[in-house]
């Protein structure tokens, strides 16, 4: 009896997590408890219904990521209304403003909080830091970026003087830059995820200033998304390092929402959860 039980175990064991992770980034668009008029949001914010939180978390549940990088969450009661603590650990940035960045990790996975990087914030703007965990395992450990850059230079030139957005784009550009440049010099794998307001096809030099820092390899290249009817990508997942090998670009998904009618835009998110399959070692 003693093989048939020792073989029972195994298949009742959860998945490892160093066979496969799957690594997502969502940004939910305003997520927010706060009532009707709350000063802290725009005028055209509409806050959740409770039906909606509750599509919400079903979708969440779909996705099944074992680490989502957030972005638009305002603060942990927000982020849990969508990914259950009782599922997900969280950990968002330290930022005073009501569209945090952040993860949150499958409960069971091992994850190191470092400190955020802050250069993505810049001086009197409303901008984000970048939310930055390192997931640790017996076999490795993988450094994660969650980011959510400037909005208003998808595809300008970073030095368009007419396009007021595109110097501060550059600006976040030259601090992911360097976040780069550390990873490198660590020899850690890692992996910037979220939402980066650019598209990043036809050569665009956003993305080959990025690649001259190190060696990246992108999820999202050469594809489009399917997402409120389609588009180019602005919601990336790029590996650097080790995970360059890691990553399996041929499971890249958009989990598209089943509700179609244009309220749901607002109602669910602007953004479809985007998703991708890592392969990483024992």
Known sequence: MAPIIALLALLLAPPSMAAELKLATWNLDWLTLRPVGDPALPADVHPRRPEDLARLRAYAAILAADVVALQEVD????????????????????????????????????????????????PGSRLRSGADITLTWPGGRLRLLAVHLKQGCRQDRLTDPTRAACPVLRTQLAALQGWVAQ??????????????????????????????????????????????????FID????????????????????????????WRERLSDHCPVSVRFSVPD
């Open 236 to 263: 990336h997942i790029i590996a650097g390092g080790a995970a360059r090998g890691w990553m399996r670009p041929e499971t890249l998904r958009v989990l598209v929402y089943r509700e179609t009618a244009g309220e």
């Open 75 to 122: 603060g942990p009661a927000a982020a849990q209304a969508v990914f259950p603590p009782e599922a997900y650990v969280l950990h968002l940035t330290g930022d005073r403003v009501v569209q945090r960045v952040g993860f949150a990790v499958r409960r069971g996975l091992n994850f190191i909080a470092n400190p955020d990087l802050a250069a993505l914030e810049l």
């Open 183 to 232: 990873r490198r010099a660590e020899g850690v794998a890692f992996v910037l995820l979220g939402d980066f307001n650019r598209w990043m096809e036809s050569g665009d030099p956003f993305y080959a200033a990025l690649q001259q820092t190190a060696g990246l390899t992108r999820a999202t290249e050469g594809r489009s998304s399917p997402c409120w009817g389609g588009g180019g």
